[in-house]
């Protein structure tokens, strides 16, 4: 068990000052090991998960006060608690996984209410790798559109993080899943994730193959975490009274368009963020053991944590090419 003597002073991180591209990443070696306060606990970051709104941040596209440390999910092990936080059901040494800001380093200091024990048989990799897509994932299919039995759903992006859970929490919802991704080479991880249909962009004609599996009515949902380039044509694909689920701008923000559009069909558009579903701990605790249940307790093997690659941190820029590139499958993870 870690005492106060235990802690360095320093740690390894990495800082933006200022947004732009992939340079802006500064990798140190001497930033100050933060310290708890009030209800906060200290974590020594073991694996840290990269995220698209990772580069959203860096790059300005949400704006955020600089300098600031990057991330928002880890998993590793408390090593001190706040004065609040050491009476909570915390202690030193637990496995945990959290939410919050400043992922990107060595320690972060994280609330106690956003923090999860990770349970006895779930590797903390394995936790990382899951945490954040898969609440995600599990949030939009639960309540930005609650996905029934026998549903025809679009899901773009379906072989990369989000969208490979979107597939398997869809196929154990009995779902019918039209996947669409970005290459040839990401067909049978879509296929093997639970896509009942897998379109290829650019080369499939996704409208058509839409209509023509639905019988020209449409999806009742569309998941979409690519954006601008996708939203429009997401519209044509939505069944009447169905939804357009905007949650990533992976090809740029959505314009505005004009809300009468909607009356064609009596479409919803909605444009969820995780956080706003997880705001209170009974909301976090509840998503959180479902997530936990869904794999851990998978006795018909329909799901599987993929991670794409586990980089250093110090290699922290050529993990945020890769996930821009839109060409990784799973999820990628920091090791600090």
Not at 110 to 139: E, F, H, M, N, R
Request: glycine share 8%; hydrophobic share 40%.
């Amino acid at each position: 068990m870690s005492s106060a003597s235990d802690i360095p002073k320093t740690m390894k991180g990495v800082l933006i000052e200022k947004t732009g591209g992939t340079e802006v990443l500064q990798y140190r070696t001497n930033l100050p090991v933060p310290k708890p306060k009030d209800d906060e606990i200290l974590v020594r970051n073991e694996y840290i998960g990269v995220n698209y709104i990772d580069t959203y941040f860096r790059s300005g596209l949400y704006p955020s006060p600089k300098p600031e440390i990057l991330g928002r999910e880890a998993s590793g092990r408390i090593v001190s608690l706040g004065p609040s936080a050491s009476s909570s059901s915390f202690s030193q040494g637990d496995r945990v996984v959290w939410i919050g800001e400043a992922s990107y380093a060595e320690y972060s200091v994280v609330p106690a209410s956003k923090t999860t024990k990770i349970p006895d048989g779930i590797p903390t990799d394995t936790a990382c790798a899951a945490y954040l897509q898969g609440l995600t994932a599990l949030t939009l299919v639960e309540e930005a559109h609650r996905v029934e039995r026998g549903d025809w759903v679009l899901v773009l992006a379906a072989s990369g993080g989000v969208g490979g859970w979107l597939c398997q929490i869809l196929r154990a919802k009995a779902a019918r899943t039209i996947a669409v991704v970005g290459s040839q080479a990401k067909v049978e991880v879509a296929r093997d994730a639970g896509a009942d249909v897998v379109l290829v962009e650019g080369k499939d004609d996704v409208v058509s193959a839409v209509k023509k599996k639905t019988g020209g009515e449409g999806v009742r949902v569309v998941f979409d975490g690519v954006g601008k380039d996708t939203f429009e044509r997401g519209l044509e694909c939505v069944a009447r009274k169905g939804s357009m689920i905007s949650f990533g701008n992976a090809s740029g923000a959505v314009p505005p368009f004009p809300i009468a559009k909607l009356a064609a069909k009596n479409a919803k558009v909605a444009r969820p963020t995780l956080f706003n579903y997880i705001a209170t701990r009974e909301e976090l605790d509840h998503y959180t053991s479902r997530l936990f249940d869904l794999f851990h307790r998978d006795k018909d093997h329909l799901f599987t944590v993929r991670i794409h690659e586990v980089y250093l941190l110090s290699d922290v820029a050529r993990a945020h090419t890769d996930i821009e590139s839109r060409k990784t499958m799973g999820k990628l993870l920091l090791r600090p």
